[in-house]
């Protein structure tokens, strides 16, 4: 948040789209500071690409939520491992590429 204050020293400019999206996990959560959640809301009175992000955004936050987790079977994971330990040794210096 850092750069927040920075951003905002004195200056209620309007937030660009990639600022927004920095932003909008906390301010879904309710913890940005008023003076930035404004700036925020002001950006999406006027950027409608924004505004889809934001429901994009929310509507698969509340679906990722709600998904059940399932044990991976073993076989699955022993191939797994195996497939990831084969890449790794071929991503590193002097490795199969």
Known sequence: ????RKLF???AKMLTCQ???ELLADYLDGTLQPET???LERHLEDCVACVNFTKTYK???TWVRDLTYEEMPEDLKTRL???LKVKILQEQPGGDH
């Open 1 to 4: 948040m850092r750069w927040v």
């Open 9 to 11: 020293r004195g200056n």
């Open 19 to 21: 600022e927004q999206v």
């Open 37 to 39: 959640a404004s700036a």
């Open 59 to 61: 509507a698969t936050k």
């Open 81 to 83: 491992a195996s497939f």
